[in-house]
Each structure stands twice: as C-alpha cells, then as structure tokens.
C-alpha cells in the first residue's frame, strides 16, 4: 500500500509513567485506511496509553508518529490530528461535560468553526443516524449508562472524522446497548482501532486483531479465524484461542 | 439531586429573554438588599411573591426552599436580639432584648425572603444551561461562566464518587462515631474524593482537546428581545422605582 493509504503510524514508540518501567517498549503500530483493527492485552498493558500517544495527550520518550503521511511533532500538527481522528474515552462522563445533550453533540462542530444553525442541524443528523431522536434536550447527567456511550460516540462522529479510536467501548454496559454500538460500528466505512480485553466483542466489530504485551503488538490473526462463533459464557472474554485452528498461538485454551 | 424542577414551565415568565431575567434579577435584589424602611421592603416580599406567583409554580417546592433559608434565619432571630447593642425592649432573664437588634432581624427577615422569591421567579425559571448562555451573552468571564456549566454538570459525579467511597468503608464495617479513627476515615476519604476530582478533570480536558477545544467555547444560544421582554421592562423598572419611592419618600 502506498504512502497516502496509511493514516497512523508509530515507529519505535518508548514511553513510561513517572518513575516506572516503560508501559510502552520499542512499540510499532500501523493503521491503514480502510482497516478495522482490534487491540486486545491486559490491564495496564498500555493499550490506553497508546491511543492517548496518537491523539498527543501524551508525550512518548522517543520514537516517531506519523499522521496522513505526515510526522506529527507540534501541538500545530497534534490539532490536526485530532480533527481528523476521533476518539471514545472509557468512561463516557468524561466525554459529556456540557449539560444538555444538543450542547455537547454541538461542541466539536463549533469548535471546528461552524455557525450555531450549521452546528445544530449537524447535530440532528447525527442523533437521527444513531436512532437517538428526540434527545437533543436531555441533560447529560440524567441518562443511563447506554446513553451516554451513544451519545459520546455522537459526539465524535458529528466531526465526521476520517478514522476512530475506541477505549474499550463496552464497558460495563448491558446487552442492548451491546449489540447497537456493535450494529453501529459495522455499519461505519471509516478506520477504527478498537482497544478492548473482550475477544467476542473484537471479533464482532473487527477483521484483524493484535495484542499488546510487554508493550510490543504482535499479530493474533484474522478474527474469522480466530473465532468463528459466538460464545454466551464468561470464559470468552479472557482472551483465548481454537486449538484446531491456533494451536501455536499463545494462551491457547478451549 | 438538582432537578431544575421550576425551569420548566411555560408562564410569560419562563418565555422571557433570560439575559433580561439576569439583569433585572440583579437590579432588584441590589434595590431590595439596599432599602431599609419598612414598607418598601414589604412591599417588595409582596411583589417578590406575585412573581413567583406568576411563574406558576408548585407551591410546596417554593415553600420548601424558603423554609431552607428561614432555616438559617431563626438563628439569626436568636442572636441578633440578645447581643445587639440598643435600647431593650424586654428581659430574657439576665439578658435584654434590644429594639434595634429586633428592627434588624425583621429587615434582613423581609430582604431575603424577597431577594430569594425574585430569584426563584426569574433565575431559577431557566435552565443552568441557558443562564450559562446568556451570562456568556452579557460578556460576563467565560472562565466564571464555565466554573458554574461545569460545577453543575460535574457535582453529581463527584456526589456517586463519594457515596461509593462511603459504602466500601461501610461495608467493611465502618460505623461514625466521634473518635480519632471516624476523624482520620472522613480525612482520608475527602482526600481521595480530591484525587479522584482532579484526575477525572484532566481526563475531562482531554476529551475536550481531543474534540478541538482551543482554549474558546462557543454558544449555541441565539436569544431576541420581544416585545414580551419589552413589556416587562416596564412592569420592572415601574416596580423598582416604587420600592425607591417607599424608601426615600416620607408618607406622613
């Protein structure tokens, strides 16, 4: 694939917390256009920090990260970036600060330079794409945990980003709002990255999947092969593999 | 938790431009909390109370904010009286209630009660949300109006915060007594709600930037003066020059 197909690419990414070893190690990441990719590892295995790297919320010691074919060094080139890339956070009452609904679909267009009626009608848009009409007027605080994952995924989309980040989607939600993020998400014809530790929920939503670990990623595989069906029971969110197809990939259980 | 129960409505009040409700709630209290003779001050509980009455509200939940501040007033009746210095009007044992230290106690009585009436009538008939508009509209910091929008949006977060904070001790069998060890569990999880605060500010600002934030919020608000507004200017401003005719003006 040519330059201009690569949307995000790391090169030799170290970074470490204060005083601890590094979370990330010699990391190397690439996102191409047209990709659904998975990223599934463990707490504190630096999945989060990762994504918190590309969007320049945090500074890596050294390495280099490339945007759109550019490499992306100031605050200038990070602005950029995070017009063109959207990003979940984990906990939804981060995203959601305003306190109705309409104001903080409204917020990114506004701050991209839209007029009040531009913002406004692309919020209604966005909320009838995601079958939440009518919610313009609730206040942030008041809906459910469902909600505001909705919302907040409104909120990125209503900048019409080029590709997504995903910090663990799911959790802690129920099994509708489950299968409508996963419906949503399928339906997308953009890039995303999801990072997750939900293997049935990465094998859902994305063709390949990664794993971070002794912060490196390694290629797991194709999630079609990787999984082929659907589990109901709790083992399946630990992350593990068909002995008939993997038997040489780690942590090969079942 | 806060409902902005009296936000909605739909009286001539509540359809009124709230940058006008500002301003005019600002000039009346400042008038009412400056008055000092007695019948201008009544007469503005009274007309404080034709505000409310013309919101349409429910009468117990007004009644139950003002029963919250006359709370804090009944103190204020039983020290006021005794300690200040004045003419007494009558002996509580060994200690003399001073006319004046009744005088005052009936003032700042009526003044609060007026001032709050006025506020819920024409403040609390909008949302947070719309005040944080039009407070932005009346070129007010953006830094104070996003103090509020965000300690509005935010105060319940922490409130779960805490709460779940108190029910882990609790369960682990935490019982509040007045002891060293309540002292130092109470310290202890203050502290921890501070920490908590502090990160979930900063992932707060990073969700921001990454939506764009540069530093400027803008408003989606657009409000226009009608002539309702224009109406109520006059009813306002005929009121308020009332309560200056009651005040300077001697009736003989």
Redesign the interface.
């Known amino acids: 694939m040519g330059e201009n197909s690569v949307i995000i690419q790391l090169e030799n990414i170290v970074f470490s917390y204060a005083g601890s070893k590094p979370v990330l190690d010699d990391l190397c990441f690439t996102l191409e256009e047209g990709t659904k990719l998975g990223l599934i590892g463990q707490n504190g295995s630096g999945k989060t920090t990762m994504l918190?790297i590309i969007?320049?919320?945090l500074k890596p010691s050294s390495g280099t990260i490339r945007a759109f074919g550019k490499p992306i060094e100031t605050k200038k080139d990070f602005?950029e970036v995070?017009?063109k890339i959207?990003?979940l956070?984990q906990?939804a009452?981060?995203?959601l600060?305003?306190?109705?609904v309409?104001?903080d679909i409204?917020?990114?267009p506004?701050?991209?330079g839209k007029s009040?009626t531009e913002?406004?009608k692309m919020v209604m848009e966005t909320l009838e794409r995601l079958n939440l009409k009518g919610f313009e007027e609730r206040?942030?605080?008041k809906l459910s945990g469902g909600e505001k994952k909705l919302v907040a995924l409104a909120?990125?989309l209503v900048?019409e980003p080029k590709a997504l980040l995903l910090d663990e989607p799911t959790t802690g939600l129920d099994e509708d709002t489950n299968i409508r993020i996963i419906t949503l998400l399928n339906q997308l014809d953009i890039s995303y990255v999801i990072v997750s530790h939900e293997y049935d929920f990465l094998a859902q939503t994305t063709r390949e999947i990664y794993g971070i670990h002794d912060g490196r990623i390694s290629y797991h595989g194709d999630s079609n092969t990787l999984h082929s069906h659907y589990h109901k029971h709790a083992a399946a969110r630990t992350p593990h593999h068909h002995r008939a197809l993997h038997a040489d990939v780690e942590g090969a259980c079942c | 938790m806060l409902q902005?129960q009296f936000s909605t409505g739909n009286s001539q009040i509540h359809r009124l431009d709230p940058r006008f409700k500002v301003v005019v709630a600002t000039v009346y209290a400042f008038v009412v909390a400056l008055s000092n003779r007695f019948p201008a001050l009544i007469a503005a509980l009274i007309f404080s109370f034709a505000l409310v009455g013309l919101c349409r509200l429910d009468f117990l939940e007004v009644a139950k904010r003002i029963a919250l501040v006359n709370g804090f007033i009944i103190f204020l009746w039983l020290v006021v009286p005794l300690t200040f210095a004045g003419q007494p009007l009558f002996y509580l044992g060994p200690f003399g209630v001073s006319s004046e230290g009744v005088l005052v106690s009936a003032r700042i009585t009526l003044k609060s009660n007026a001032i709050l009436l006025a506020f819920i009538a024409l403040i609390a008939s909008s949302?947070?949300?719309t005040l944080?508009s039009a407070l932005s509209r009346l070129r007010i910091p953006e830094k104070i109006i996003y103090l509020l929008?965000?300690n509005?949006?935010?105060i319940?977060?922490m409130e779960e915060e805490y709460r779940r904070l108190l029910r882990s001790a609790s369960i682990r069998g935490f019982r509040p007594t007045s002891n060293l060890h309540t002292y130092k569990t109470y310290a202890y999880l203050i502290g921890m709600l501070f920490v908590r605060a502090s990160d979930?500010a900063e992932?707060?600002y990073?969700?921001?930037?990454?939506?764009?934030?540069?530093g400027r919020f803008?408003?989606?608000?657009?409000f226009s003066f009608s002539r309702l507004d224009l109406i109520w200017l006059v009813v306002m401003t005929i009121a308020i020059i009332g309560l200056e005719i009651l005040e300077w003006v001697k009736i003989a």
């Open positions: 918190h969007m320049g919320l602005l995070r017009r959207g990003f956070f906990d009452d981060d995203q600060f305003c306190p109705t309409l104001e409204a917020f990114g506004l701050n991209l009040p913002a406004r206040v942030t605080h909120t990125v900048m | 902005e949302t947070v949300a944080g929008l965000l509005y949006r935010y319940f977060v979930r992932r707060v990073k969700a921001m930037l990454c939506r764009g934030f540069a803008y408003s989606l608000h657009e």
